[in-house]
């Protein structure tokens, strides 16, 4: 068993210019790719971890021997962030569908949901993600989480996410994290993100 680093399926450019191409490129065949590497190097010697998904044994890395324990929350934990954050990045689709209607009804509007989510993003020590979660009674919730930790070991559904580790936006925001934020409202897929939250549900 061998996972392999996703592919976008769309070029560097396609989000320019909210995200520049010379930062997609760095992020995803470089950080995406050592985080799918050192995963796949972790899982070689636990052969009973064939057949599972990425995303069982990572939620459930708190039950794994300790000799991987670490390695698999963060290489693997790397790995399936990054491949969810690639999914929900698009530009010029509409905010709409089921989940826009729970949206605005959990935080009252499109623009009240906006600045909670940015301010979480912002309010982020470190390095980490902000999330929009389906939590365990149903209900959309905003969470953060520390480097690579992911929501599905909290039980939590993913459904939108936004990276705000240094390296998803250096190279063009310097350090201006709260222009990155911003840029990034640009680039949401809500198409796949209605998706996410439907199938959340089911």
Known sequence: ?????????????????????????LHHSKHHKTYTDKFNLALETHPKLQGKSAEEIVANWEKLSDDIKQAVRNSGGGYIN?????????????????????IKKKFGSFEEFKK??????????????TWLVVNKKGE??????????????????????IDVWEHAYYLKYQNRRA???EAFFNVINWVKVNEHFVNSRK
């Open 140 to 161: 959309l919730e905003i969470v953060k989480t520390q480097n690579q930790d992911t929501p599905l070991s909290m039980g939590l559904s993913p459904v939108l996410t």
């Open 1 to 25: 068993m061998t996972f392999k680093l996703p592919a976008l399926g769309y070029e560097y450019n396609a989000l320019e210019p909210f995200i520049d191409a010379r930062t997609m490129e």
């Open 116 to 129: 909670k989510f940015s301010d979480e993003a912002m309010s982020l020590f470190g390095s980490g993600w």
């Open 82 to 102: 990054h491949s969810f954050f690639w999914q929900i990045l698009k530009k010029n689709t509409v905010f709409k569908g089921e989940v826009a209607e729970a």
């Open 179 to 181: 222009d990155y934020v």
